[in-house]
T-cell receptor, first 115, second 116 residues
Framework: GAVVSQHPSWVICKSGTSVKIECRSLDFQATTMFWYRQFPKQSLMLMATSNEGSKATYEQGVEKDKFLINHASLTLSTLTVTSAHPEDSSFYICSARDREGYGYTFGSGTRLTVV | GDSVTQMEGPVTLSEEAFLTINCTYT??????LFWYVQYPGEGLQLLLKATKADDKGSNKGFEATYRKETTSFHLEKGSVQVSDSAVYFCALSDIGRAGGADGLTFGKGTHLIIQP
């Protein structure tokens, strides 16, 4: 089946630094990937839709200058949290639409802690 | 807009009990419906899905039927095990909505605890 690899699985960074999270589709091409954020014991909130070769589409309330998304190839999307602050600490999860177009495969998530 | 409502937990059951987790939705287009499971510290795994009305998704003993008339997609399992303890998310994808590809809309999740 479809596999999405997300890296790193966890990261601790200092306040003010930037962190890059990678999301790769390993055995299929994903023209569209999605980035979600999950707060403790809460649901996933869609942050943005990443489209290969074009600008990402951000959901209302998500700062595009803070959460930079790049989808440079059909198998790789990256999320960069710029000038991270403690309130950016969260669990970030990416997903890609599967081959059939009706399902979504998720990465294993990245736990970001900003200290 | 689209929304998913599911029963909030935690839901605590004894092993071998019958499980039902309710899920209802509102959508503007023709949604596909999903159940995802999340184990502690991990990402989401697709449990089952249904793409049109009256479809039944099933996997690992879990079942859910797409009921358009009641806009529901309740998750059921006849006999739960301790290993089923996790958080379960109901979600929809409204591909038919104008604008093209969309991400999933999730319910708040239901924490299921199975006691031996």
């Amino acid at each position: 089946g479809a596999v999405v690899s997300q890296h790193p699985s966890w990261v601790i960074c200092k306040s003010g630094t930037s962190v890059k999270i990678e999301c790769r589709s390993l055995d299929f091409q994903a023209t569209t990937m999605f980035w979600y954020r999950q707060f403790p014991k809460q649901s996933l909130m869609l942050m943005a839709t990443s489209n290969e070769g074009s600008k990402a589409t951000y959901e209302q309330g998500v700062e595009k200058d803070k959460f930079l998304i790049n989808h440079a190839s059909l198998t790789l999307s990256t999320l960069t949290v710029t000038s991270a602050h403690p309130e950016d600490s969260s669990f970030y999860i990416c997903s890609a639409r599967d081959r059939e177009g009706y399902g979504y495969t998720f990465g294993s998530g990245t736990r970001l802690t900003v200290v | 807009g689209d929304s998913v409502t599911q029963m909030e937990g935690p839901v605590t059951l004894s092993e071998e009990a019958f499980l039902t987790i309710n899920c209802t939705y509102t959508a503007t287009g023709y949604p596909s419906l999903f159940w995802y499971v999340q184990y502690p510290g991990e990402g989401l795994q697709l449990l089952l899905k249904a793409t049109k009305a009256d479809d039944k998704g099933s996997n690992k003993g879990f079942e859910a039927t797409y009921r358009k008339e009641t806009t529901s997609f309740h998750l059921e399992k006849g006999s739960v095990q301790v290993s089923d303890s996790a958080v379960y998310f109901c979600a929809l994808s409204d591909i038919g909505r104008a604008g093209g590809a969309d991400g999933l809309t999730f319910g708040k999740g239901t924490h299921l605890i199975i006691q031996p």
